[in-house]
């Protein structure tokens, strides 16, 4: 259990870089804004036995640290905080005006104990991916606000749409070889609770009002958005049947939308020494071959 638990925590985060990247447009905003870079990283003890491993690991790999590589990316004008505590709810937050985000013990348990049964006939490797791409997802998720909230950038539409459009933004600018975990990661974690896609029982009318749009559509929101930014790289996403051909059409130009609203929006408050650094290392091709083509037969009620 321990061991299975260091490696969920130990590949949180590592957003990987690409030579051929162009570098992000600079704006005079960086220059004139105030930066300073500093994180703390608090780890609260549980009062629930049951999270006390998971405080423990945390503690004890400072696994705060290792979200630095992707802090770093952003000239913070104060700081961010991290800190990891009891919520009594599997969640991750962050909370406007504090410049801190803050990640549930109940989250690391609820992907480790969810991976366990739901994918009990996956390798223990797979299902470390899965949940790590996952906590990966969630965590670029909650970063994606601070961002919106520090800097006021706006935002048109839903928040937690923009939230998602800047997590999956950041990987699939890195070109980050493992952006096909954290797309499963992200199908887990919307899906989790019900694996049959094709299952409406828990669409009742509080999930119409929810802040939150249905974590059906956001899912495909991601696949749409990284078939859009490269249809010879994920064309394998259409071609396997993971995105519908009519939704895939439109999706070149979604990314166009969104690549040129992070360009105008979010990309002045990079550190560009940063990116360059990312974009100098040669990292390892992506690899379709590893996305779950089990997901094709669940998605049409077939699988077990």
């Known amino acids: 259990m321990r061991r299975s638990v260091v490696l969920l925590l130990m590949g949180v985060l590592g957003l990987a870089g690409c030579k051929e990247e162009a570098p992000l447009a600079k704006s005079a905003a960086q220059n004139a804004a105030p930066v300073r870079k500093e994180f703390k990283y608090l780890y609260t003890p549980p009062k629930n036995p049951e999270l006390q491993k998971y405080y423990e690991w945390l503690k004890q790999e400072n696994a705060g640290a290792k979200l630095e590589p992707v802090l770093k990316l952003i000239n913070w004008p104060a700081g961010l905080t991290i800190e990891t505590k009891e919520c009594g709810v599997s969640n991750a937050y962050y909370w406007p005006g504090k410049a801190e985000i ?5 989250l690391f348990k609820d992907f480790h ?5 739901e994918m009990a006939k996956r390798t223990p490797e797979y299902r470390r991916k899965v949940a790590i791409g996952g906590v990966r997802f969630l965590i670029l998720h909650e970063v994606g606000h601070a961002v919106y909230d520090i800097f006021k950038v706006p935002v048109i539409g839903n928040p937690e749409d923009a939230a998602d459009a800047f997590a999956l933004y950041m990987l699939l600018k890195s070109k980050d070889p493992e952006v096909h975990w954290v797309l499963q990661g992200a199908k887990f974690f919307f899906m989790k609770n019900h694996t049959d896609f094709t299952s409406t029982s828990d669409l009742e009318f509080g999930s119409f009002a929810d802040a939150h749009p249905l974590h059906q559509q956001r899912y495909f929101n991601m696949l749409c958005d990284a078939y859009g930014s490269s249809t010879k790289r994920y064309g394998f996403l259409v071609e396997k049947g993971f995105l519908p051909k009519g939704r895939a059409e439109s999706c070149p130009q979604d990314w ?3 690549d040129y609203a992070m ?4 990309a002045p408050y990079f550190d560009m020494a940063e990116v360059r650094k990312l974009q100098s290392k040669k990292y390892p091709e992506f690899e379709p071959e590893a996305y779950d083509a089990s997901a094709i037969q669940k998605m049409h009620g077939q699988g077990s």
């Open 102 to 106: 803050v990640v549930c013990y109940e």
């Open 256 to 258: 166009k939308r969104l």
């Open 263 to 266: 360009e105008k929006l979010v």
């Open 113 to 117: 104990d969810k991976s366990e049964t």
